[in-house]
């Protein structure tokens, strides 16, 4: 069995390569990644030597080069994690998004298509489905939620989405979609919420809250995400959606002053800064469906994965370090600068 692993440089797909090497050491796995800023190949450095591992640097929208490894490696599933992954960037300039999020992902489905393919397997979000009221909490998302984006990050993904779904009904295309919800724990991007906020705690900077904070995303441990996509391409349905999620769903200033509870630091720390434009209020997925089909359910409580998640940022000084000297030192004076 040969699978590709597209943005296995990133946060999740680095946490699935690792996943399914462990599971499945008869195995092939090939990561094709275009080493965006998001992209870290020393994220893989354990890996890299495995005889059953092969890294590829690639952008998903180059066709001939996307039809060159096909042609090479007759992968059985892709499994697409590539994308312009955060919301902040994408209201800073769309247009990165729409190329690598949905053409991108036509590109790779041409060639599941012109090569065959056992499965394509579409990593997806929960935000395809928007927002739910704060006032509401009875409201979950179910896979016939309607889409209803707020971003062009979330904008992108649902069409691209969309169009997985029409290469099923128009070309027979054996795919599935996971839309699950959003991910914590190692080699998560130091512009996302949670690794920001340890890394300024120890640094004793601001911690910058958008808005008032009571912003509720439902928090999944990263190794639960990879398990579900492990049933899905091997169990699930063709054409199907799967949503994935824990029900752990948190405020962002609780996690805030979690972080700074655990690491010993002050909560004069946070500082509220304008609030993102569009900002999602709440999201909270219904995984009944994963969990009834496939038996899916998470095992990692929030209390467990955070602490886990601060201990492994405190242990890996190394990988965020040499990250947060680079290009991102000019996208945070970009982002924050004039923001407080
Ligand atoms: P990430 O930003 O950490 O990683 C994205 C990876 O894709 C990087 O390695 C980057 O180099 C690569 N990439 C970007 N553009 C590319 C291109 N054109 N060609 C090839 N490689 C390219 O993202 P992540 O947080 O690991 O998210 C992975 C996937 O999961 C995304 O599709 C995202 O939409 C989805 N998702 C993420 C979350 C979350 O909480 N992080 C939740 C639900 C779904
Ligand atoms: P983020 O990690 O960017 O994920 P997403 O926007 O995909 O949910 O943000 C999580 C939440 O944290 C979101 O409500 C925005 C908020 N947030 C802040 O308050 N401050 C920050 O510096 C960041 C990066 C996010």
């Not at 296995?8 to 965006?36: E, W």
């Not at 969990?291 to 405190?314: A, R, S």
């Amino acid at each position: 069995m040969t699978i590709i692993v597209t943005g296995g440089a990133g946060f999740i797909g680095s946490n699935f390569i690792f996943h399914m090497l462990r599971q499945y050491p008869d195995y092939r796995i090939v990561c094709l990644d275009k080493l965006t800023y998001a992209g870290n190949l020393s994220t893989l450095k354990g890996v890299m030597d495995a005889p059953n591992f092969r890294f590829v640097r690639l952008d998903i929208c180059d066709r001939e080069g996307v039809n060159a490894l096909f042609e090479e490696e007759h992968p059985d599933i892709v499994v697409n994690f590539a994308a312009e992954s955060h919301v902040d960037r994408s209201i800073e300039d769309p247009s990165v998004f729409l190329q690598t999020n949905i053409i991108g992902t036509s590109v790779l489905m041409d060639a599941c298509r012109k090569y065959g393919i056992r499965r394509y397997h579409q990593v997806s979000t929960d935000e395809v489905y928007g927002d739910l009221p704060l006032d509401r909490p009875d409201l979950f998302f179910t896979e016939t939620t309607p889409l209803h984006t707020s971003s062009p990050y979330s904008s992108s993904k649902a069409g691209a989405d969309l169009l997985v779904l029409a290469y099923h009904r128009t070309f027979g295309l054996p795919v599935s979609i996971s839309r699950c919800s959003n991910n914590y724990g190692p080699y998560h991007f130091p512009e996302k919420l949670i690794p920001l906020m340890i890394i300024n705690a120890l640094a004793d900077k601001p911690l910058p809250v958008y808005g008032t904070g009571e912003n509720v995303r439902d928090w999944l441990y990263v190794e639960d995400h990879c398990r579900a996509i492990d049933l899905i391409i091997h169990k699930g349905r063709e054409g199907e959606v799967y949503n994935v999620g824990g029900h752990n769903e948190m405020r962002n200033i609780d996690i805030v002053k979690l972080i700074c509870k655990t690491l010993g630091k002050p909560e004069s720390l946070i500082t509220y800064v304008a609030d993102r434009k569009g900002h999602d209020m709440r999201y909270a997925i219904d995984p009944t469906k994963i969990h009834t089909e496939l038996g899916w359910l998470p095992e990692t409580k929030f209390c467990d994965g955070i602490q886990k998640t601060i201990e492994w940022y405190l242990t890996h000084r190394d990988w965020w370090q040499e990250i947060v000297s680079g290009e991102y030192r000019n996208y945070y004076a970009r982002m924050y600068g004039d923001r407080t």
